[in-house]
């Protein structure tokens, strides 16, 4: 079998996992979400309320921060899972659909909360955007002269990069392999690109914890790719 044939079947192995009966179960996991909330929520309105009220609010800062730093962690882990699929160290503990499968989710669900990320900021008193400047990259202008439309800029086009990547799991058949690679080889660009906003952008960026956050997950992007560059150099 030739290295084109091979570099084919991998691609091939690598489209769409989420099958019919996985995307009726996502559905299902979110109602019971929905509705667990329903009956808990209430039971914290009134402090949760407090929070959303009034020129001092910050509850929209905090739910935006929150889901922010989620939807970094849920990027992190599917390019995580790409890498150790394109090293095939997944086939020590997993096979290839259920893991396949598993990075899908995680990159939907992780673009699911980078948009509530940027869209609850639309109730935020202090930041007073719209939603032209929530989609329109570098719009956004707040902090000291408006510094931060720069880093924010730079998540906005990261999250268009990932919905891109995304996308392209569900039209391969219609695009070539080259372009199908390199868009993929784009999220490294669309992960740097995330990484600097949550960095400069994020209030509590300079905490113990979220150094340790991003020193982890940008330490072990770095390890598997170095680690996948060796494995291809030992190939040739």
């Given at each position: 079998?030739?290295?084109?044939?091979?570099?084919?079947?991998?691609?091939?192995?690598?489209?769409?996992?989420?099958?019919?009966?996985?995307?009726?179960?996502?559905?299902?996991?979110?109602?019971?979400?929905?509705?667990?909330?329903?009956?808990?929520?209430?039971?914290?309105?009134?402090?949760?309320?407090?929070?959303?009220?009034?020129?001092?609010?910050?509850?929209?800062?905090?739910?935006?921060?929150?889901?922010?730093?989620?939807?970094?962690?849920?990027?992190?882990?599917?390019?995580?899972?790409?890498?150790?699929?394109?090293?095939?160290?997944?086939?020590?503990?997993?096979?290839?659909?259920?893991?396949?499968?598993?990075?899908?989710?995680?990159?939907?669900?992780?673009?699911?909360?980078?948009?509530?990320?940027?869209?609850?900021?639309?109730g935020d008193?202090?930041?007073?955007?719209?939603?032209?400047?929530?989609?329109?990259?570098?719009?956004?202008?707040?902090?000291?002269e408006g510094?931060?439309?720069?880093?924010?800029?730079?998540?906005?086009?990261?999250?268009?990069?990932?919905?891109?990547?995304?996308?392209?799991?569900?039209?391969?058949?219609?695009?070539?392999?080259?372009?199908?690679?390199?868009?993929?080889?784009?999220?490294?660009?669309?992960?740097?690109?995330?990484?600097?906003?949550?960095?400069?952008a994020g209030?509590?960026?300079?905490?113990?914890?979220?150094?340790?956050?991003?020193?982890?997950?940008?330490?072990?992007?770095?390890?598997?790719?170095?680690?996948?560059?060796?494995?291809?150099?030992?190939?040739?």
């Open positions: 079998m030739t290295t084109t044939q091979i570099s084919g079947n991998a691609i091939e192995a690598r489209q769409s996992a989420m099958t019919w009966g996985t995307g009726l179960a996502l559905i299902v996991a979110l109602a019971i979400g929905a509705l667990s909330g329903l009956v808990v929520l209430p039971v914290f309105s009134g402090i949760f309320a407090q929070t959303l009220v009034g020129e001092e609010a910050k509850g929209y800062w905090f739910l935006s921060r929150a889901s922010g730093v989620t939807a970094y962690v849920l990027f992190w882990a599917s390019m995580m899972m790409g890498l150790l699929m394109s090293t095939k160290t997944t086939r020590l503990w997993s096979n290839g659909p259920t893991f396949m499968a598993m990075h899908e989710f995680t990159s939907i669900l992780g673009l699911l909360f980078a948009g509530f990320h940027a869209l609850i900021l639309l008193a202090f930041i007073k955007t719209d939603i032209v400047q929530i989609l329109t990259p570098f719009l956004m202008s707040f902090g000291k510094a931060q439309s720069i880093w924010v800029g730079l998540g906005q086009l990261g999250f268009y990069a990932f919905a891109l990547i995304l996308l392209s799991f569900y039209v391969r058949q219609r695009i070539s392999y080259g372009v199908w690679r390199w868009l993929h080889f784009g999220t490294f660009v669309a992960y740097m690109w995330v990484t600097v906003h949550g960095m400069l209030s509590d960026s300079q905490t113990t914890f979220m150094l340790s956050v991003y020193a982890f997950t940008n330490a072990s992007i770095l390890f598997l790719t170095l680690y996948r560059i060796l494995l291809m150099k030992a190939s040739v």
